[in-house]
């Protein structure tokens, strides 16, 4: 069964640093794609990053990257230049095919918190 | 453009009590989903309508039921309400296809005393 693990229940980081959010997966499946959610305080879920298994290149957007490392089947998150709003729960995430869709197996997630 | 939108934001029920929890996309999404957040967890899936017409079972089904009415809205019903349906209640709906995200709803906060 796909698993994703998330060991750090919280963190902090200092304003403008850079922060990487650690996150280790399961599965035995050659072809899967990893996620990364953002939830802030006020709830919503906002998507941040994407990664194929086949993709050569670590993903990047804006100021996320992700460290894709195979081998290790870890897919770490790393915030750059962090902003005070970037204070949230962040979920890491596997894509499971079912039939025609697929559903998301997420980690219990990583508090962040940015400090002035 | 809405996104996806879910109604009510909070409800409290009591036990025995029913009630549908409703979802709508404006995005021409062919898949809908219907997550649970319950406190220190992530989501786990309920159910899910990969297109219009089919609906299926996810990881926690029981207690549920679903419709989806037509392209754009996917509802989630709850028969008989218990505390331990206690949660956050998220849809969520995507293109379809390995790659594209699934773009969540905000939620709606659900209390069974």
């Known amino acids: 069964a796909q698993k994703i693990t998330q060991t750090q229940p919280g963190m902090f980081v200092q304003e403008k640093e850079a922060v990487t959010l650690d996150c280790t997966y399961d599965?035995?499946?050659?072809?899967?794609?990893l996620f990364w959610y953002k939830q802030p305080s006020s709830g919503e879920m906002i998507f941040l990053i994407y990664?194929?298994?086949?993709?050569?290149q670590n993903a990047t957007e804006g100021r996320y990257s992700l460290n894709f490392q195979k081998a290790r089947k870890s897919a770490n998150l790393v915030i750059s230049a962090s902003q005070l709003g970037d204070s949230a729960m962040y979920f890491c995430?596997?894509?499971?095919?079912?039939?025609?869709?697929?559903?998301?197996?997420f980690g219990s997630g990583t508090r962040l918190l940015v400090r002035p | 453009n809405a996104g996806v939108t879910q109604t009510p934001k909070f409800q409290v029920l009591k036990t025995g009590q029913s009630m549908t929890l409703q979802c709508a996309q404006d995005?021409?999404?062919?898949?809908m989903y219907w997550y649970r957040q319950d406190p220190g967890m992530g989501l786990r899936l309920i159910y899910y309508?990969?297109?219009?017409?089919?609906?299926d079972k996810g990881e926690v089904p029981n207690g549920y039921n679903v419709s989806r009415l037509n392209k754009r809205e996917f509802s989630l019903r709850l028969e008989s309400a218990a505390p331990s349906q206690t949660s956050v209640y998220f849809c969520?709906?995507?293109?379809?296809?390995?790659?594209?995200?699934?773009?969540f709803g905000p939620g709606t906060r659900l209390t069974v005393t």
């Open positions: 969520a709906s995507s293109l379809g296809g390995a790659s594209y995200e699934q773009y």
């Open positions: 599965t035995s499946d050659q072809s899967y794609g």
């Open positions: 990664q194929g298994s086949y993709d050569e």
């Open positions: 995430a596997m894509r499971d095919w079912m039939d025609s869709s697929y559903k998301l197996i």
């Open positions: 995005m021409n999404h062919n898949s």
């Open positions: 309508s990969a297109s219009e017409g089919t609906t």
